[in-house]
């Protein structure tokens, strides 16, 4: 099973700033994704991460608002960028062994105000 | 899009009484899966099924794929108060996992 450290665990960020939240993962994966989880809601793909190439962004998510960075195969970056209200939620990435379970970091609460 | 709903949104049972949700799909998975998610926490793998008709069983938990591998169902026996979050499923369709919107188990006190 793969181990994610994600940081940080939570933030209040002002309105027009950018946070940056990093996950580590203890093994080598091909794949990261990063989610979005409103409070009380199910997860949305933001974005799929691969080394080496551009993150692949979903339908209602664009690089300049939520950049990624993969640097090599057990560490990834997303930015919130000029961060408003609407950005509040709560973080996740992941990763995937093969085609079975999802492995989790801790998750970022972000609040912005 | 590919969708997989998730039903109830949330329910609310006597602790000793059983819990049960559902998910279809828009269309054949290739697998499904299982999460659950502790309040504050991050979700956690529960099992895969992968076969046409499957059966799981992990103690009080019975999982259940369709035959048609559009569909899948949870079902806790006799909860407790350990059993208490949102539970997801998650349908496989080609490389992606696709959320069911999760179903949040509530003990009434």
């Known amino acids: 099973s793969a181990v994610i450290s994600q940081k940080p665990s939570r933030d209040i960020c002002q309105r027009g700033t950018s946070l940056t939240i990093q996950c580590q993962v203890d093994?080598?994966?091909?794949?990261m994704f990063w989610y979005r989880q409103q409070p009380g809601q199910s997860l949305t793909l933001i974005a799929t991460a691969n080394q080496g190439s551009e993150a692949t962004y979903e339908s209602g998510f664009v690089i300049d608002k939520f950049p990624i960075s993969r640097p090599n195969l057990t560490f990834s970056t997303l930015t919130v960028s000029n961060m408003s209200p609407e950005d509040s939620s709560i973080y996740l990435c992941?990763?995937?062994?093969?085609?079975?379970?999802?492995?989790f970091g801790q998750g970022t609460r972000l609040t912005v105000v | 899009g590919q969708q997989v709903m998730q039903i109830p949104q949330y329910q609310h049972v006597q602790e000793g009484e059983d819990f049960t949700t559902y998910c279809n799909s828009s269309t054949t998975l290739s697998n499904i899966q299982w999460y659950k998610q502790r309040p504050g926490g991050h979700p956690v793998f529960l099992i895969q099924?992968?076969?046409s008709g499957e059966v799981k069983k992990q103690k009080r938990l019975t999982f259940q794929f369709g035959e048609a591998k559009k569909n899948s169902s949870l079902h806790i026996t006799a909860t407790q108060t350990t059993d208490v979050g949102t539970y997801f499923c998650?349908?496989?369709?080609?490389?992606?996992?696709?959320w069911g919107a999760g179903t949040k188990l509530i003990i009434k006190p």
């Open positions: 998650a349908g496989r369709s080609n490389y992606q996992l696709i």
């Open positions: 093994s080598q994966v091909t794949m």
């Open positions: 099924l992968v076969k």
């Open positions: 992941s990763v995937e062994e093969g085609n079975t379970e999802a492995f």
